[in-house]
């Protein structure tokens, strides 16, 4: 999340100094964090999959990571292969798809955080968090 906010926040006008294409070199990068934190989150999902996979907000989370990443890809097609690039020119839609990007990316790590507080109790059966 960290690079790929980075690439939003430049995309949607911060550091205007800074070169957009060469930021395209840090996609494989983020991929690689992205596949790690897959993998850290199915062992972490394994552990305690009961009370997960029973809670909206992990599907909210899921469903948040899921579009995110579309737009990453859309992003790399959109922004990055615009020959505008070059110029640092941003079109209207490569903004459009930075400020989802971030919308998303904040979703899932909201709904994230959420899931330790709403839904079932883990290791009590029929328990649930209430505020």
């Known amino acids: ?5 980075a690439i939003d926040l430049r ?3 911060f550091a205007p ?9 840090f996609l494989p990068l983020i991929w690689w964090g992205f596949w790690i934190n897959a993998a850290s989150g199915v062992v972490l999902l394994m552990a305690d999959a009961t009370t997960k996979v029973v809670s909206p907000i992990f599907y909210i989370k899921m469903g948040c ?14 922004v990055f292969r615009h020959p505008g690039v070059e110029k640092m020119y941003v079109t209207p839609l ?3 798809l930075a400020g989802t990007s971030l919308a ?3 979703g899932a790590v909201t709904a994230g955080r959420l899931m330790a507080y709403l839904g079932p109790v883990s ?9």
């Open 123 to 131: 290791g009590i059966p029929g328990m649930k968090n209430h505020f």
């Open 17 to 25: 100094k800074t070169p957009i294409a060469p930021l395209e070199k």
């Open 94 to 96: 490569g903004k459009i």
């Open 104 to 106: 998303l990316w904040i």
């Open 65 to 78: 990571i899921l579009l995110a990443v579309w737009v990453l890809v859309y992003i790399r097609k959109m």
């Open 11 to 13: 995309l949607l006008g």
């Open 1 to 5: 999340m960290g690079l790929n906010s």
